[in-house]
């Protein structure tokens, strides 16, 4: 046992605040208790992400800000875990010499004798990746909730390789976690007064253990309660089938939101990126979403900028942009990462500046079609999951609707964690303004 205490600070994506959930489980089962912030903190653990450069910037600059508090508090102790940690391992810490330790995605389980080792004041570094490990008999202790949304993690590592990709290599080979345990996991969320849980992995399509697909772990999670609304994150094009559509029409707790990377709309770019389907294919998937699910909501990641990208392929982007007209875009311009297939055999040809004006293009495109769809709500009534307070005013509650829109309204009786009626009055781009109807 110890009295020191750990405060987790996570970066990226949905999956690293996932993973965070159950290193404050492992740790908290090893004796140690969660810190409120840093200053309270003995140990600050930074989870990372290794995506794109400026992912891993605002990391390096964090960890030399940490340096004044460690030299005002001498026993702070500062570790690296995640994606950076796998990609950069042992070389992270001659780098920032304030780092004690670096721990990567799948050996969380080490971190009690990581720990350890470091508080007898070595330097430790736990890099290995496993082709098993799913975390699957940890229960995460839930650190950021709000008691009514959480994550559930239900496979990791990625193995499509995508040119551009960092992934395959922080995180491994793909495996997917026991549908038993996940099912568990969401009832024992839904029976402490959860109502929302989300199914993560890197491309949740290929989800499969012995005779489970995708499909039938949806159908099993969405059967523990109506009252339970299930949601997923990422779905690969090449891997969205109907059968989980059919699925998703079966049951209305089944959120009506996909997020559906499609990279670029030109069909040479997607061949580069080795994204395995063509333009053709990925609007037969937005068809098939749409006839079987009316009203769905589609969301997309984009890249501007990646290597040999001309002109015409940016074009086609920007027309597909204007065929989809996607809800959410999350819009980048292609970053090189060290050790992928386009920065060992691609040139990063493409200048700074041109990336720039091609994905502000995107930008104010994706700004104006979102806003034009907001502006069809309006008038629209929505069961809403009510979350909170809106953070511009206490008179205002804010939830989302089943397509994961953001609406805010005047709270009247409304509580926290309860379904509501609400009818859209107005908009902007991000977000629709309504009222109680029941
Ligand atoms: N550069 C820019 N964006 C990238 N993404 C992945 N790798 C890179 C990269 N090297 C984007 C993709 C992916 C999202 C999570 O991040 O759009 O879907
Ligand atoms: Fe998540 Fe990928 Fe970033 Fe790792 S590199 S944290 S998997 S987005």
């Known amino acids: 046992m110890t009295n020191e205490r750990v405060y987790i600070e996570t970066y990226g994506c949905q999956m690293n605040f996932a993973d965070s959930e159950v290193v404050g489980s492992i740790l908290t089962g090893a004796g140690y208790g969660l ?11 930074i989870n990372t992400c290794a995506i794109r450069d400026n992912a891993e910037q605002r990391v390096r600059h964090r960890v030399r800000e940490l340096r004044a508090l460690q030299n005002r508090r001498r026993g702070l102790r500062i570790g690296i875990l995640g994606c950076m940690a796998e990609r950069l391992q042992s070389r992270l810490m001659e780098e920032e010499d304030n780092l004690s330790f670096v721990c990567g995605p799948d050996a969380y389980r080490r971190l009690p004798e990581l720990l350890a080792q470091v508080r007898g004041g070595q330097k430790a570094a736990e890099v290995e990746l496993s082709a098993t490990e799913t975390y699957a008999d940890i229960e995460p202790v839930r650190l950021a909730s709000n008691g009514i949304s959480a994550y559930i993690s239900i496979m990791r590592g990625c193995q499509n390789y995508c040119a551009y990709c960092v992934v395959p290599y922080t995180r491994g080979r793909e495996r997917s976690r026991d549908p038993q345990t996940v099912v568990d996991e969401a009832r024992s969320l839904f029976e402490r007064g959860y109502r929302e849980v989300t199914l993560l992995g890197q491309n949740v399509n290929s989800y499969r253990c012995g005779d489970t697909g995708f499909p039938e772990l949806m159908e099993r999670v969405a059967q523990i309660d109506p009252r339970l609304r299930v949601r ?11 059968r989980l559509l059919e699925v998703m029409a079966r049951h209305a707790n089944i959120c009506r939101c996909i997020h559906l990377p499609v990279q670029s709309g030109s069909d040479r770019m997607l061949k580069l990126m080795n994204r395995k389907y063509t333009v053709e294919w990925y609007l037969d998937r937005v068809e098939s979403i749409r006839r079987h699910l009316p009203g769905c909501s589609i969301t997309t990641d984009v890249i501007a900028g990646f290597c040999t990208e001309t002109e015409e392929d940016h074009q086609a982007t920007l027309e597909l942009f204007r065929r989809v007209r996607y809800d959410y875009a999350y819009m980048f ?58 953070h511009r005013s206490k008179e205002r509650l804010f939830g989302r609707n089943s397509q994961n829109k953001v609406i805010v309204f005047d709270r009247g009786d409304a509580v926290a964690g309860t379904y509501r009626r609400v009818k859209v009055e107005s908009c902007t781009a991000a977000t629709l303004l309504g009222t109680l109807t029941d």
């Open 35 to 45: 810190a409120g912030g840093v200053e309270e903190a003995d140990f600050v653990l």
């Open 232 to 242: 997923f994150a990422t779905s690969h094009p090449k891997d969205l089938g109907d």
């Open 333 to 390: 311009k292609y970053s090189l990462r060290e050790g992928t297939y386009a920065a060992r055999h691609m040139a990063d040809d493409i200048d700074e500046a041109e990336k720039t004006r091609r994905l502000n293009e995107i930008i104010a495109l994706q700004g104006q079609i979102a806003l034009e769809n907001n502006q069809h709500e309006v008038g629209r009534e929505y069961e809403v999951l009510v979350e909170g307070e809106s």
